[in-house]
């Protein structure tokens, strides 16, 4: 993966995208939630490792905008009924 290339980090409840390109390093996210976003992996960001509602206070926090993060939502389309309905 180039590093100049927007990131994305999903499970079923939260999608974050970090842009390389915008962020500052300033280092907000490391400090805000460490157990999140920890440069020491390969993939730096573990949704896995907190709710929701943590990951989105940690991500408005961060200064450059660099960070994004939204609802992951499942939409099925409704089945048309058949014949035999």
């Avoid at 842009?19 to 992996?41: E, I, M, N, W, Y």
């Avoid at 490792?49 to 206070?57: C, K, P, Q, W």
Wanted: aromatic share 6%.
């Amino acid at each position: 993966m180039s590093v100049d290339r927007l990131q994305v980090y999903e499970n079923g409840d939260v999608r974050v995208t970090f842009d390389p390109r915008v962020c500052q390093h300033s280092g907000v996210c490391l400090r805000t939630l460490p157990a999140v976003f920890d440069v020491k992996r390969k993939r730096w960001i573990d949704v896995d490792a907190a709710g929701a509602a943590e990951i989105f206070a940690a991500v408005a926090k961060c200064p450059s905008g660099a960070l994004r993060a939204q609802l992951v939502t499942s939409v099925h389309p409704i089945r048309p009924p058949t014949r035999e309905e």
